[in-house]
């Protein structure tokens, strides 16, 4: 094996290359095809060609609300701190994580529940289109399925990409019957990164042409 030598400008699209090189005749739905390129440039994981999951119209949604200046929730400070802040600017949008917000762990402790189910109660109260990243806590996507089931909320997209294996897979499948647009890995396989991935992916769309 030989080094490449790529400038630092160039290493991303390098890497794009090489990733549809290494697709071979695998043929990709084009609205999903720079979503799940950008997960595995993440990754470095092939699996998520075939795990990533779209609800219908899930991306065109999902642009729409990024469109009209929505809110990124996300359930880890990894993840929102991942998603670019120069892209969500150029839109008018903003992203927030409510974890290790002081009524946030006052309310999951009086209820005994985690941060994460007592912030999507909080990120039900925001204004305006939310689209909702969780890449660690299934207990996010549980209570996100509480929410939308009583009427109290409805995400304009769900990112439901969390990783491990207590209640994971329940968790996901679950959201994928919610009846809201929905990206999700099916498994076990996710994390923090994969969700502000997903986020990017999304942005780009827009502001890089």
């Known amino acids: 094996m030989k080094i490449e030598h790529i400038l630092p400008a160039d290493i991303e699209r390098r890497s794009m290359e090489i990733i549809e090189d290494e697709l071979g005749d ?17 990754s470095a994981d092939f ?3 075939r795990n990533l999951r779209f609800s219908p119209g899930a991306v ?13 929730v996300t359930d880890t400070n990894m993840a929102c701190m991942g998603i670019s802040q120069p892209g969500l600017e150029k839109l008018g949008c903003r992203k927030v ?13 009086a ?9 999507m109660d909080k990120a039900a109260a925001l204004e305006g289109a939310v689209i909702v990243a969780v890449g660690n806590a299934p207990t996010a996507l549980l ?11 409805k995400p304009a997209l769900i990112i439901g990409v969390p990783v491990g294996f207590v209640n994971v897979v329940y968790a996901k499948e679950t ?25 990017n992916a999304l942005i780009y769309r827009l502001t890089r042409g």
């Open 26 to 42: 695998i043929i990709l739905p084009p609205d999903e095809k720079d979503i799940i390129k950008r997960v595995v440039h993440t």
């Open 47 to 49: 699996d998520y060609v």
């Open 60 to 72: 065109e949604q999902a642009l729409t609300a990024l469109k009209s200046g929505c809110t990124i």
């Open 97 to 109: 994580c409510f974890m290790a917000d002081a009524d946030v762990a006052a309310v999951a402790k």
């Open 111 to 119: 209820q005994g529940t985690t941060r994460a189910q007592a912030s």
């Open 143 to 153: 209570r996100l399925r509480e929410l939308i089931d009583a009427g109290k909320m």
């Open 175 to 199: 959201i994928m019957e919610a009846g809201v647009p929905y990206i999700v890995a099916k498994g076990r396989k996710g994390g923090s990164t994969i969700a502000a991935a997903i986020c």
